[in-house]
Structures are given as C-alpha cells and as structure tokens.
C-alpha cells in the first residue's frame, strides 16, 4: 500500500471558498512536500514542511503537520478558479532519499 | 527560461521499438529524477542521479536504462517497448536528494 493517501479525492467548491485537504502516511518523515498539478502539466512545488514545523504559511496556502497523528492537510483561503488543479502531498521518508506521492487530490473551483 | 525541460512532448510508437527521452536543467541541481505518472495520476520514481552517480534505481524493468552525460542532463532510454509502457514520464531535479523538486512538462508516451 501507499505511503501517501490523501483526502479527498476529489472536492468541487464554490470561488470564494476555502479548501482544505488531508494527507495521512505510514512511516517516520524528514519532511512532507505538496505540489499542485494543473491538467496535463507537470508538478509545482507549493510548501515543504519539516518534521520538526507544525505549521507553514504562503500567501493564501497553510499546512500544518502533525506527526503523532501521521497526517499532514493543505488550505487554500479564498479559492479563485485558477486554484483548480490536483494536490499531490509528497513524504520524504527517513533515511531514504525518496519522495513518495499521494495519488493526489482533484480540486475544483466553481465560479 | 525553462528550468527543467524534456523532449518530445509527445511520443506516439508501436510495440518492440526503442526510444529516448531527454531532460536537461539549467538550476544547476545536483540531483535528477525519473517519474512515471500512470493514467490514475499515481507518481513514482523509477531514477535518481546525484552528481551523476545513480541513487535510486526502484524496480524499474531493465528495458528502462537512464544515462547521466552530466549533472544537467538525465536521459531515459527504453528498449522493446511494450502497452503497458504508456503513461506520462516526468523529469524533476533538486539542489540534493532532500529537498524541493522542480519537474519539467512531461512525455506523454503511447505505445500502440
């Protein structure tokens, strides 16, 4: 099975909105990574957190991380139509030198 | 200024041929990747190449082999191409194994 799993799969919301989604995963991290995914592009990194960071901020996004909980979640504050896309979280596994991907998390944002 | 770049876009072939992706950066990055994104959108890595050593060969079918010339440049060679090949392939680099990666447009690739 995955490493990471995220949730929902998919999320339609109304512009304006905001959108949060969750990633969980298995094995200790040195640190999560989400990345955004317009159709047929590749991957935009957004925020790296690190396993010792409990919460980042970038413009509009937050994610915060909590590591007894192994889970990690991504808000996107006053959604636009251009945040329409799918949201990858990314681990970086300990003592490996790998990212392992969710399946992502298709977001759309209804004008 | 594209930062990490492949070539083809597209790649359209029969089954049993050979052919060749290729990724360059100019982020000067010591690390390079190969990733397979299949038609659910599930990414994973096949190569890693840190100063051109390879790092993470996952187990990939040895018809895949990538070639290193330099830390700008990582090529994907797939030999007797099969269906199940089909899928989009991505390049990303990082300035080292652990950090932020920055991936290139994609070769959607379609073995007929």
């Known amino acids: 099975s995955q490493q990471g799993e995220e949730d929902p799969q998919a999320l339609s919301i109304q512009e304006g909105e905001n959108a949060t989604m969750n990633c969980s995963y298995k094995?200790?991290?040195?640190?999560l990574q989400w990345y955004r995914q317009n159709s047929g592009r590749g991957l935009v990194h957004l925020i790296l957190?690190?396993?010792?960071?409990r919460e980042k901020h970038s413009g509009r996004l937050r994610v915060t991380l909590d590591t007894s909980k192994k889970s990690s979640s991504l808000l996107i504050t006053a959604s636009r139509a251009a945040d329409t896309a799918s949201y990858f979280c990314?681990?970086?596994?300990?003592?490996?030198?790998?990212?392992?991907f969710g399946q992502g998390t298709r977001l759309t944002i209804n004008p | 200024d594209t930062a990490v770049s492949q070539t083809p876009k597209y790649l359209v072939t029969q089954m049993g041929n050979d052919k060749s992706i290729k990724c360059e950066q100019n982020?000067?990055?010591?690390?390079m990747y190969w990733y397979k994104q299949d038609s659910k959108k599930f990414l994973k890595i096949m190569f890693s190449?840190?100063?051109?050593?390879?790092?993470i060969n996952e187990t990939v079918p040895n018809r895949f082999s990538p070639k290193s010339p330099d830390k700008a440049h990582l090529n994907l060679h797939i030999n007797s191409l099969e269906l199940g090949d089909s899928a989009v392939y991505f390049c990303?680099?990082?300035?080292?194994?652990?950090?932020?990666?920055?991936f290139g447009p994609g070769t959607r690739l379609t073995v007929l």
């Open positions: 990303a680099s990082s300035q080292n194994p652990t950090d932020t990666q920055y």
């Open positions: 094995t200790s991290i040195n640190n």
């Open positions: 957190i690190r396993s010792n960071e």
């Open positions: 990314a681990t970086l596994i300990q003592g490996a030198q790998k990212l392992v």
């Open positions: 982020l000067g990055h010591d690390t």
């Open positions: 190449y840190n100063n051109k050593e390879l790092i």
